[in-house]
C-alpha cells in the first residue's frame, strides 16, 4: 500500500491533467459519474477506491467497507475541456502539501473503462478505472449546502473558505467538509444511493469521522427546484433537518 500512496501522493500533480480519449468516443461528460478502480501499474489492490466526477467537482476515496476502515481522500475542482481536465486539489489527506496544486492529465477512454497515464519523476504509471455509473440521477451534480434550518426557520449559512460539497452520481454520493484555504479537513462520508417516489436514501460505505456509522442507512424527503435542492428528515440522532443545496 505504500506505493499507492506515494502515487496517490502525485495524483494531484499528474493524474487529473490532460485526459486523451480515443477519437470518436469523447463526449463533453464522457468522463463524469462514478468509476472503481482496478488497477494502479498493473496491479491489482485488496480495498476498494472509488473516483466520482460531476463537474466542476471531483473526489477520489479509498476504503474498507467490510473492515469499516476509511483509508483517505482528496478532491477539489476540475474543469472539463475537450479530452482534457484540470483539476485543483482542494483537500487531501495523505497530503496537504498538494492542496491549492492547479493540474492537468491524460485518459484513454474505452466502452466502460478509463486508464489514466501520467507521469512521476521520468517513470509513466497508469490507473485503470471501471465504470460504474454514467451520472444519470434527478441529483446528479455537484452541490453545496446554502441553507438550513435553525429554530423552526431556514437559514442561508455562510459561504466563506469553508464548504461543504456532495457530489451525486447516478448510483453513488460523497459529501467532504473542508477549508482550501487554511487546509482544514473536517471530514467526508460516502456510499450508495437511491431514489425513489421523492425518497433519497444514503447507505454509508465509509465515514471518516465514525466507523460505527458505516452499514447504516437514512432516509430523506428530497425535491429539486431549478438549481436548489431542498433536503429534509430525521438526522441519524433523529432530530428533524431541513437544508437546501444549491447546484454549483
Known sequence: MKYLIILLAFWAVHVFPGSSVSTGEFRANALEGAWELETVNGEHYAHRAVLLIEEPYVFYTEFDEEGKRFIGSQGGMVEIIANKLFYTNEFNTWDESQIGQRVEMTAELKANKVTFSYTVGEATNTMVFNRIDTGNS?????????????????????QGARKTIKVITG?????????PENKQFSGTGGGT?????????????????????VGASLTFNYEVNGNKWVHSGLSSAGEPIKEIWTRQ
Open 138 to 158: 434527478d441529483l446528479a451534480g455537484a452541490w453545496r449546502i446554502t441553507d438550513r434550518m435553525q429554530e423552526g426557520e431556514m437559514r442561508a449559512m455562510s
Open 171 to 179: 448510483t453513488r454520493f460523497q459529501w467532504a467538509a473542508y477549508n
Open 193 to 213: 444511493i437511491s431514489l425513489k417516489d421523492g425518497k433519497y436514501t444514503e447507505h454509508i460505505e465509509f465515514f471518516s469521522r465514525n466507523p460505527d456509522r
